[in-house]
């Protein structure tokens, strides 16, 4: 069984849509960032930099209990245990889903972050940041826009690679940024929009 910590952002979405993608039994803990509840010693011994998605297997390899922070890691970690291709078992494969995961993970979120702090969270009004950022985010969503052109989903089939970059596309993609100049992107959004999983996993903490 996996215990699962998490919240209501980018990132704790991406870890839920792993674990519904892939079948393993998991429960839900929710961590209430507003509460700073990320900051509980007992979470930290998880989660060291007080940062959610985090997990914890308690039938890991060799039925050895496992701890997990970072979402690309746990992202990989549930899509290869699973078995089910989310990460794919072939070399070949796994190439461009790591490039695509890493991309996710790295740079796709963290600057959309950004984004999402100038725009809606800073008190103070800082329009050079906002326009470097605003701009910053158009070109990602380009980006990703020639990607997908040519290409189904981000690396092959569908895999962890679309994950990591679904709730940043879902959530700016329904604000100001939009996706209408985005056709290729739209396409996937709504693609992925429409998986059972993916409902299951954006609904409220029951
Ligand atoms: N690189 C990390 C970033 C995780 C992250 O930024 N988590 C945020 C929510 S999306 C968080 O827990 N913030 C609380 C804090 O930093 O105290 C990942 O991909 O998991």
Redesign the pocket.
């Known amino acids: 069984m996996i215990d699962l910590y998490t919240?209501t952002?980018?990132?704790?979405y991406?870890?839920r849509q792993a674990a519904e993608e892939s079948g393993l039994d998991y429960t839900l803990k929710p961590?209430n960032?507003r509460k700073?509840a990320?900051?509980d010693p007992e979470f930290l011994k998880i989660?060291p930099?007080?940062?959610?998605?985090a997990l914890v297997d308690h039938d890991g390899p060799g039925g050895q209990r496992v701890t997990l922070?970072?979402?690309?890691?746990?992202l990989k970690y549930l899509g290869e245990k699973s078995g089910t291709g989310l990460y794919p078992d072939d070399p070949m494969a796994r190439i461009k889903v790591d490039q695509w995961l890493f991309y996710g993970?790295?740079t796709f979120?963290?600057l959309a972050?950004q984004y999402g702090l100038f725009w809606g969270r800073f008190d103070e009004d800082v329009p050079a940041a906002k326009k470097h950022y605003a701009d910053v985010l158009r070109d990602m969503f380009a980006t990703l826009d020639r990607h997908l052109a040519d290409n189904e989903y981000m690396a092959g089939a569908y895999t962890v690679a679309d994950i990591s970059m679904y709730p940043d596309t879902h959530v700016h993609g329904a604000g100001d940024i939009g996706l209408d100049a985005y056709p290729n992107l739209a396409r996937w959004h709504d693609a992925i929009a429409a998986r059972p999983a993916v409902v299951r996993a954006w609904e409220p903490f029951s």
């Open positions: 919240w952002t980018d990132n704790g991406k870890a961590v960032l700073k990320q900051f989660s930099g007080h940062k959610i998605p922070c970072e979402s690309g890691a746990i993970s790295a979120t963290t972050q």
